[in-house]
């Protein structure tokens, strides 16, 4: 059973189209992340929500919207894609705000925009 | 500016001996160190940490050091095996209650452990 798990794991699609990624996780944490896999490797923390509340973003495009409904779900929705917004989006998870850097990540979602 | 670095994209070594896998950073700011490891179409997975109240932290295998002065820290697999082989990436966490799960990584070191 997976910890954390996201869909749709790979997404092909045009620009200026609107999509969203979903993200579950049933660890019984309550902070969530969003981090961005560039075409450089780097992974880098996009947003993070504790409890269900905004608590880190990253200067992060306002295209980009999160969502999280409750405290298992942060949904990820990209309005008007743009061919830079092509990566891997990685859901993470853990339980309180993660001092340590302890996080349990998804599988990745690889989005391409055409 | 990246600001935590992991110059050597990839490294090859035997099974059973040593690998060492090597990363830097430059923002003093950082308090926390970890090692994440990542398998193709995987997440990556966390293996081991360090505080910067310490300078070296052991798992099994697993060896992670940490010099401060020189902002540097590597991972050390003794002895590595073939399942080790993988992309590592080297992260980086704020001080104190701020850290919110703010990770800095590293652009990955690709290990391949040949039996």
């Known amino acids: ?114 | 500016d990246q600001q935590v670095k992991q110059n050597s994209p990839s490294l090859s070594v035997q099974e059973g001996r040593i690998s060492i896998l090597n990363c830097d950073y430059t923002n003093s700011m950082f308090d926390y160190f970890l090692w994440y490891k990542k398998y193709p179409a995987e997440g990556p997975t966390f293996l081991i940490s360090i505080s910067s109240i310490k300078d070296k932290n052991e798992d099994g295998r697993f060896t992670v050091f940490l010099n401060k002065s020189a902002k540097h820290l590597s991972l050390h697999i003794v002895p590595s095996q073939p399942g080790d082989s993988a992309v590592y990436f080297c992260a980086a966490s704020p001080a104190g209650g701020t850290s919110y799960g703010k990770l800095t990584f590293g652009q990955g070191t690709i290990l391949t452990v040949h039996p």
């Open chain 1, 1 to 114: 059973d997976t910890a954390v798990s996201q869909t749709p794991k790979y997404l092909v699609t045009q620009m200026g189209n609107d999509k969203s990624i979903k993200c579950e996780q049933n660890l019984g944490h309550d902070t969530m992340y969003w981090y961005k896999q560039d075409s450089k490797k780097f992974l880098k923390i996009m947003f993070s929500y504790n409890n269900k509340e905004l608590i880190i973003n990253e200067t992060v495009p306002n295209r980009f919207s999160p969502k999280s409904p409750d405290k298992a779900h942060l949904n990820l929705h990209i309005n008007s894609l743009e061919l830079g917004d092509s990566a891997v989006y990685f859901c993470a998870s853990s339980q309180g705000v993660a001092n340590t850097g302890e996080l349990f990540f998804g599988e990745g979602s690889r989005l391409t925009v055409l």
